[in-house]
């Protein structure tokens, strides 16, 4: 599971966006803005993380319980998924 | 998680803009009820591409008035300054210039029809909802003035 390279996570105005690169239309009609632990994620993904590491890094940076973190990060998974960022 | 919506393109303006003078297009769903009947809020979206050398009566344009507020409308008059309306609208705005314009509306999505505005049946419908527009200005008084009356 890793990122594909054509997208990149910009922080405009408080709000994080994931960009596609390359493409000639910049598409803001379902592209994903992402909140601080979203973000937060996305960089794990970016330095070549697994499922684990997300969930390694949500419960140590968040005050949030195991299986509650483990369903933020499915939920964050498939959003991912679902925005055609995720190479698996 | 969410996803954007117009309230957060103003915020977004950097991006934007930094993507038209990289050359490329833009696509966003617009909000507000001036651009009925040919934009639904929450349910169409157009194309904005860089603006070209020249702009003609009928594009439409994506500009910021003076007081920083974005606005897309269609031009309906070209002369030394621009003039703007949407089309659910009856009352032109005038003097916009260069300054204010920021790109132009070159494609369009009804729901997930993609319509080019080379279109020939929208090219239509641009002169004949404009020409048409003191009829159906008419027309939507009588209505009012009848539900006054009438007590509706």
């Known amino acids: 599971m890793k990122l594909k390279e054509n997208f990149v996570l910009r922080e405009v105005a408080d709000t994080w966006v994931v960009l596609p690169l390359g493409e000639a239309t910049l598409d803001f009609n379902g592209m994903l803005s992402l909140n601080e632990s979203g973000a937060m994620l996305w960089r794990v993904l970016e330095h070549g993380g697994n499922r684990q590491a997300l969930l390694d890094a949500l419960t140590a940076e968040y005050d949030v319980a195991q299986d509650e973190a483990q369903a933020d990060v499915e939920s964050f998974l498939q959003k991912l998924r679902q925005a055609g960022c995720l190479a698996e | ?152």
């Open chain 2, 1 to 152: 998680m969410r996803e954007i919506h117009f309230e957060q393109l103003e915020s977004l303006m950097p991006l934007i803009r930094e993507g038209l003078n990289a050359g490329r297009s833009v696509r966003f769903s617009p909000r507000g009820i001036s651009m009925l009947p040919m934009l639904r809020q929450g349910i169409d979206s157009v194309v904005l591409s860089p603006l070209p050398e020249q702009l003609k009566k009928y594009d439409i344009l994506f500009y910021q008035r003076d007081n920083g507020k974005y606005i897309l409308h269609r031009i309906v008059e070209v002369g030394e300054t621009y003039t703007c309306m949407g089309d659910n609208q009856f009352v032109p705005e005038h003097g916009l210039t260069d300054v204010n314009a920021i790109a132009v509306v070159t494609a369009f999505y009804r729901g997930e029809r993609f319509c080019s505005v080379k279109s020939p049946i929208y090219r239509l419908y641009c002169v004949l909802w404009y020409r048409s527009r003191h009829l159906r200005h008419f027309w939507q008084r009588g209505i009012r003035w009848l539900r006054r009356h009438l007590g509706r």
